[in-house]
């Protein structure tokens, strides 16, 4: 793995498992200094403690997104133990709403505000905390987690999809408010990604894999480590030209 990273001091924020975690391993591969913030505190400090087992650079904080106090204490930590910030991944997302996330008649209002505060509000509150320190690097990188689904037409999960497509507009006003000062800020956009935890829960039913396959022009799953690739890439200097886009990363089952 090449250093391209190396200097680059980073918060990852949902960095407990799935693609968050990948993104803190590939970022510590290529030489970055990393935070893992996430609510799962046990989890994120696993990663970090992995990360360091290897040779890298990581530690852990605790970060609720849905409370600004939390996310405000644990991005003054994570700047304090890192010495500044030049990146952050806002990748939080509550995936438990969404199988309850069911149709704009039915959703229960418990599980769209749920899903709009940590999902939305909480990208929100994570942009506020760490743009400051990414304004005084004055090339400071923000990469937020999207989906597919805030372009696709779906049947279901309409607050998931209301989430992300609010998600994709803060990124377009950060990226073109503090352009000019230096800041980057971009979304990638996962096709599905058959994460370890969600390959150890056994929950993804095989007829969903079988869909997922046939309607997408590829010869596998998405893995979390597709998407840390492209996150780094969008990190490093070899993204600074990058700026406000959506960067879909899916095998190719949405082409936009
Ligand atoms: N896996 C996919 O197929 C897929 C597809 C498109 C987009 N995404 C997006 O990718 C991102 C990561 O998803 P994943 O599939 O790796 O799932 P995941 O559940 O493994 O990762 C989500 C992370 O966010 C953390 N988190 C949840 N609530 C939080 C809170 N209130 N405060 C702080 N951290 C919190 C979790 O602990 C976890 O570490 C999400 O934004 C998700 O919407 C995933």
Known sequence: MTARLEGKRIIVIG???GIGAATVRRLADEGAHVCAADINIAGAQAVAEGVVAEGGRAFAVEADVAEEASVNAAVASAVEQLGGLDGAHVNAADMRTIFADTDAVDVELDIFDRTIAVNLRGHLLCTRAVLPHLLA???GAIVY???VSAHCAEPQRPS???AKSGLNALMRH???RWGREGITANCVAPGFVMTPEMEAGGQVPPQFIEQVLAATPTTRLGEVEDIAAMVALLLS???RWVNG????VNGGS???
């Open 145 to 147: 987690t999207t989906s």
């Open 15 to 17: 960095s407990a498992t």
């Open 245 to 248: 886009q959506v960067v879909n």
């Open 137 to 139: 690097s004055k090339s």
């Open 160 to 162: 998931y999809a209301m």
């Open 237 to 239: 200097d070899d993204g």
């Open 174 to 176: 950060v990226a073109s």
């Open 254 to 256: 949405l082409m936009a």
